[in-house]
Each structure stands twice: as C-alpha cells, then as structure tokens.
C-alpha cells in the first residue's frame, strides 16, 4: 500500500465522483481509478458502492476513511517534526502557477532554491486561481500564485507585482473593437473561465457599472486554450498586457488602465514549517 492510495480514496470519499477526485488531485480519472481497485484488492474490502451517479462510500469505506485520513496525519506529523529536527527543509514543494513558467521566473526559483536547500525539490502544477486556493486547502499543493485576494481566510498572501490587464479580442475585429462602445462591447461573444477568475470579475464589474452584463458564450480554464479562441476569432477576454502584445493576431481595446495583484499564497496555519518557510524566503527574495 502506498501513501498516494491512501490520499485518492480520501479524495474519492470526499467527492463522491472519479473526475472531480482527479481535479482535485491533478492526476487521470483512469488513474484514480488504478488506485481505488488497487487497494480494495489489497485489502480485500469493497469500498465504495458505484453507480452512475457516483461513487458512494461503503459502511468499510465510511469507517476506513476516517482510519486513512488519521494514518496520512500521522505521517505528515512525523516528517514535518524529523525536518524540524535535523533543521534543514527537506522534501518535495507542490507549487501551483498561474501564469507562463518563463514569467515566474521559475528556473531561477529553482537553482536558487538548490543552492541554500539541496534537499528540496519541486512539482509545479499548471492551474488557475480558484483551484491553486483549493488545492492549497486540501493540501495537494504546498504554495502557489495566484492573483487577486484570497478567496479563503485560511490563506495568507505576499504582494509580488501588479500585473496591467486589457480587454483583448481577434485582430481581425479590430476597427470594431477600437470604435466600440461598452454596449457595443458587451455585446460581443465573449470567452469566460468557469472558475472564479479575478480577471472576469474585474471585466463584470467594469460592465455592471455601466447596467451591461457581457455575452458570455464560451467557458475555458486554460490560458493556452484561451488565447488561441482570441487569436481564432471566437470571442473577447481580459487577459494580461504583456501577454496581449506579443500576438499581432490580438487586437487591445484602449481603456483606462486596470490592474491585478500577482500574490504568492500558502496556508496560515503552514506558515511556520520550515519547508514552506524556506520558499517563502527564496520567493520573496526572487522578487
């Protein structure tokens, strides 16, 4: 039996679905799976009542969860007290980012990174605001960026940047885009992200003022994804400046500048570990 085993069944327990236990856990729904048969082979006990509607615990799988979540406990305890003890951070950091690598300047993170702590390692998983906070709550991730405030009171933040936003659409609408007016804009389909974006809030917001709401007619999470629907012609977004000017393929809709704080977050009750001390202080330096 293995410790990732024991952290998909818990996932599985809390969901009650293979595909939001693998978004949870940033892994496969196929590998979810492997892992659920593959333990209830090993134990011999059925867990979880499948239907397609679910997969619901088991009378075992209720009492079992309880027993899993205590062992995994257990485990972190004893290597976040053996860490403290020797005084060197050791271990891997999950870090969710939001943004491309190369910006984060994430290769420097990480040679510093082994120079002051060589027992440290990294997994940087791609991902978008709402699920970093998530994740950061579950404790799938150690650290992340993310931008905005905080959507939970658990996490605390360290202000890195402020990142200036456009509202950008396809080159070839650009003379209607230039003329526009907010009515005009609004109007316009418009590619939103099906998690709580600060980006699309702010975009809300400046609409709301004016008593317009935006056609949204596509959702998309991935940035990638996103920027090729602009690029194809498929709708409007408010993405980042810096990012907006690279492509000749996107036209800017002049406005009044606006802003989003690029934060790094963590957990506040992790805030004293060694290891998520270490990086905040190579982060902070980065920065």
């Not at 952290?7 to 590998?31: C, D, G, H, M, Y």
């Not at 950091?93 to 491309?100: D, S, Y």
């Not at 997994?123 to 992340?144: M, N, P, W």
């Not at 209607?176 to 590619?191: G, H, K, R, V, Y």
Request: proline share 5%; aromatic share 10%; hydrophobic share 40%.
């Amino acid at each position: 039996m293995e410790l990732y085993h024991l952290r998909t069944f818990i996932a599985v327990a809390n969901e009650q679905n293979l595909t939001r236990a693998a978004q949870k856990l940033f892994i496969s729904p196929s590998s979810v799976s492997t892992h659920i048969k593959a333990l209830e082979e090993e134990l011999n006990v059925e867990l979880f009542i499948r239907s397609p509607r679910g997969m619901h615990p088991t009378r075992a799988g209720e009492f079992l969860k309880q027993k899993a979540e205590n062992a995994l406990c257990t485990v972190e305890d004893f290597t976040r007290s053996a860490r403290e003890f020797c005084d060197q951070p050791s271990g891997c950091v999950r870090f969710g980012i939001n943004m491309p690598p190369e910006w984060l300047q994430i290769s420097t993170l990480v040679k510093n990174t082994n120079a002051r702590y060589p027992h440290i390692t990294f997994e940087f998983i791609s991902s978008v605001t709402q699920r970093i906070t998530e994740a950061l709550e579950d404790h799938t991730l150690d650290v992340g960026y993310i931008y905005g405030v905080p959507i939970s009171d658990a996490v605390e933040t360290y202000g890195l940047l402020k990142t200036e936003l456009v509202i950008a659409g396809p080159a070839r609408w650009t003379d209607q885009i230039e003329s526009a007016t907010w009515e005009t804009l609004a109007n316009l389909p418009w590619i939103c992200d099906p998690y709580y974006c600060p980006f699309q809030a702010i975009a809300d917001n400046m609409f709301a003022e004016r008593g317009l709401t935006c056609n949204k007619v596509m959702s998309i999470s991935d940035d990638a994804t996103r920027l090729e629907l602009i690029k194809g012609g498929i709708g409007m977004s408010v993405i980042e400046k810096c990012l907006a000017e690279e492509s000749d393929q996107i036209a800017i809709k002049e406005t009044e500048p606006f802003f989003c704080d690029l934060n790094f977050a963590y957990l506040k009750s992790r805030a004293g570990e060694s290891l998520i001390r270490a990086i905040i202080v190579q982060v902070t330096a980065l920065w």
